[in-house]
């Protein structure tokens, strides 16, 4: 059975900083681009970050642009998100995909992910 399953969410303080961890089991996702999205509470999926193949290229949306890093260890088949300067804002459940289709780029876009996490929830007080 292939999972992605997150790990690592939790209450912060704004400021702060989290780890989110993603692993992969049931195949090895080591040759597809993993992203990270995240859903707000009433608001529709929205892209975070994503890493292609051997780490060649990252993404990130505009709204986490130096907050937060993106990571992947291959030989664990698990992805990470690094969250720091955390914001109330940042407050979603946060979603690992897989999506086999590519390597070397990423879409960015959840209509393409073949695989997803169930999600770990990141809350940040003010």
């Known amino acids: 059975q292939v999972q992605l399953v997150e790990s690592g969410g939790g209450l912060v303080q704004a400021g702060g900083s989290l780890r989110l961890s993603c692993a992969g089991s049931?195949?090895?996702?080591?040759?597809?681009?993993m992203n990270w999205f995240r859903q707000a509470p009433g608001k529709e999926r929205e892209f975070v970050a994503a890493?292609?193949?051997?780490?060649?290229?990252?993404y990130y949306a505009d709204s986490v642009k130096g907050r937060f890093t993106i990571s992947r260890d291959s030989a664990k088949n698990t992805l990470y998100l690094q969250m720091n300067s955390l914001k109330p804002e940042d407050t979603a459940v946060y979603y690992c995909?897989?999506?086999?289709?590519?390597?070397?780029?990423?879409?960015?876009?959840?209509?393409?992910?073949?695989?997803w996490g169930k999600g770990t929830l990141v809350t940040v007080s003010s």
């Open positions: 995909a897989a999506d086999p289709k590519y390597s070397t780029i990423a879409t960015m876009d959840p209509r393409n992910m073949d695989y």
């Open positions: 890493i292609t193949w051997s780490s060649l290229r990252t």
């Open positions: 049931g195949r090895t996702f080591s040759n597809d681009a």
